[in-house]
């Protein structure tokens, strides 16, 4: 299947195939343009989900966050595996609910008690920190992010966001798993010219052919 053929509702049926989970979005329930892009569940989610299979025991015991979840699909599976918990967050509130229905719809696949729903506010320094003020886990050891730039004002926001995040939470690690656009560029070019971050690209193909344009990025301080 070409990559660029693949529809919204193709990678739910691929992760119920793969991963056993049973993904709803609320693309099908309401207007596009009201929900957005997190309604939907993208190639970085399932590249996500490929990525969790073979490389689980790096999530063992650990506190993750994952970051403009969506529909909470691509880092649902986690909570099969032996994690400490996972938080999943996003600022729309059709997310949230969309997010909740998914661990419930799932419940008997996964262990619900993993995993909670969050909102946040990644544009503003300010919600980013009161998050972690009122978050009951103080500090995350894993950060996950999945398809999170699209055009180029986003990727000026997470160079922003990650500064804050590695501000009040120095000691973890980013994931990043991302279908390749141009705008994903700039803030590739930011990030290997950066003083303070380590990162490393890592070509997807590895996971398939349907990967051939998609990276994952490991970033976290210098030390």
Request: glycine fraction near 6%.
């Amino acid at each position: 299947m070409a990559q660029s053929t693949i529809l919204m509702k193709d990678f739910c049926s691929i992760i119920k195939e793969e991963c056993g989970l049973d993904i709803k979005t609320n693309f099908y329930d309401h207007n596009m343009v009201a929900t957005g892009t997190g309604s939907r569940l993208w190639i970085g989610g399932w590249l996500l989900n490929k990525y969790i299979i073979k490389n689980y025991k790096e999530f063992e015991g650990k506190n993750i966050l994952e970051l403009a979840a969506g529909t909470g699909g691509g880092g649902l599976l986690l909570a099969k595996y032996n994690i400490k918990h996972l938080t999943q967050t996003d600022f729309d509130d059709e997310c949230l609910k969309n997010m909740k229905e998914n661990i419930e719809l799932n419940k008997d696949k996964i262990n619900s008690n993993l995993v909670s729903v969050e909102k946040l506010d990644l544009s503003k320094e300010q919600t980013i920190k009161k998050f972690y003020e009122n978050s009951a886990i103080k500090e995350f050891d894993l950060i996950i992010i999945s398809d999170f730039i699209w055009k180029s004002e986003l990727a000026k926001m997470w160079l922003k966001a990650i500064d804050v995040f590695f501000t009040i939470n120095p000691n973890a690690e980013i994931r990043m798993f991302h279908e390749h656009y141009p705008d994903v560029e700039i803030f590739e070019e930011e990030m290997e010219g950066s003083t303070k971050y380590e990162m490393k690209r890592v070509d997807a193909k590895d996971f398939g052919e349907t990967f051939s344009l998609a990276y994952i990025y490991y970033i976290k301080l210098k030390k």
